[in-house]
């Protein structure tokens, strides 16, 4: 919500630099425009917040500023009397051409562009308001699991290429790449040479310790007797070994993190509030339900309609017209996270929920390529979210889908036939 000119006493835009950010101040009763810098160290930080609470008397103090997550809004967002105004860089960008059609670019103009765009257009912009603690560290845990596991993801890719290259009996004898097993099986075995020389026993007793049955370890110890090696190259060998060693050591040293993560989000899901509701929807299991948690949040004011929920996650497209033509794309000034959480969600439903099963269906049929069918259900999913959150109800498929049929939709005819 804006707050009103009555109630600041000044507006600040900031443009946030690694070691120093520029400033423009306009106090609200029309004074002249003022122009600075603050480092960024907490003492700097702290003083001048201090200053401005004491400058102002403590009133509302209106702050943008390019960043919605980051080091600067962390520092700022502890002081009661500032209402800060993050926005995208993009929105910053295109204000600054208007006032700036000649390309004129530095950082004290740039806070000065901040604080016209906030001046001038404020009743458009969001005030940024907090969450409670434990839905920010929900969002955080999950933000920061995702690129752990983006990481594992990058590192097992890798290891999988070398292993075609030098060692693909691994491939065979291991499955995936990112199990305790593989990381276990390729620290000691690192080349065919050293897993032919390996004894039988050995081999057998590792796959024991990690739960295969009598069964698979008799076919991997036959498939390991049996094999020829794919490459000799003395070179290729030796250089392949350190590096198919060394990926599998960072592999395992990620594993006991993830678990940690996967712990500690359990913990505070089970004692958040509005969990039961996003843990109701089908697919959302444990990785996904904290994630659609923390992209709504606990401040049931902060969206009014679905429709801003789709819009800031980029499932909705946009539409462009000029004259006679109009076009649809995808909408790419979004949170990339948030997006990629609502389309995995809505992916993983289509095991689940047989309406979504269904509805995905229907956009194949029409034409529609996977990647776009599944944003289409992303999108039609948000709406059945958001009157979950706001009403404060776990979701129930029979229900949803007995309101389906008594509506009379078309996704009825589809869920018999996919049935």
Known sequence: MYTTEAELAAYIGIDWGDKTHAIALLPARGAQEEHGELAHTPEAIDAWATQLRKRFGGRRVAVILEQSKGALIYALMKYDFLVLYPVNPKQVAYFREVLAPGGNKDDPFDAHTALRLLVSHGDCLRAWTPDDARTRLIGILCEDRRRLVEQRTRLSNQLQSRL????????????????????????????????????????????????????????????????????????LVAGGRLLIRTLSLQLAALAEPLREYDRQLAEH???????????????????????????????????????????????????????????????????????????????????????????????????????????????????????????????????????????????????????
Request: charged fraction near 25%; glycine fraction near 4%.
């Open 164 to 235: 075609k290259q030098v060692f693909p009996l691994a491939l065979e004898v291991l499955g995936s790449l990112t199990t305790d097993l593989a990381a276990a099986f390729l620290s000691r075995w690192s080349s065919f040479d050293e897993l032919r020389q390996a004894a039988a026993d050995d081999v057998a007793a590792l796959y024991r310790a990690h739960g295969l049955g009598r069964a698979k370890i008799e076919e991997r110890l036959q498939r390991i007797a049996t094999a020829v090696p794919l490459a000799t190259d003395a070179a």
């Open 269 to 419: 899901m089970q004692q958040h509030p509005d969990a039961a509701i996003f843990q109701s929807f089908p697919g959302a299991g444990d990785a996904l339900a904290p994630r659609l948690l923390a992209a709504f949040g606990t401040d049931r004011d902060r969206l009014q309609e679905a429709h801003e929920m789709q819009d800031i996650s980029g499932i909705s497209p946009v539409t462009r017209r000029s004259g006679r033509t109009t076009s649809v794309r995808r909408r790419w000034a979004c949170s990339k996270f948030l997006r990629q959480t609502f389309q995995e969600f809505a992916q993983h439903s289509l095991a689940k929920s047989a309406w979504a099963k269904a509805y995905y269906n229907m956009q194949r049929q029409r034409g529609k390529k996977h990647h776009a069918a599944v944003r289409a259900l992303a999108f039609k999913w948000i709406r059945v979210l958001f009157r979950c959150w706001k009403e404060r109800t776990p979701y129930d498929e029979l229900a949803y889908c007995g309101r389906l049929l008594q509506s009379g939709s078309p996704l009825c005819a589809h869920m018999t036939t996919s049935a």
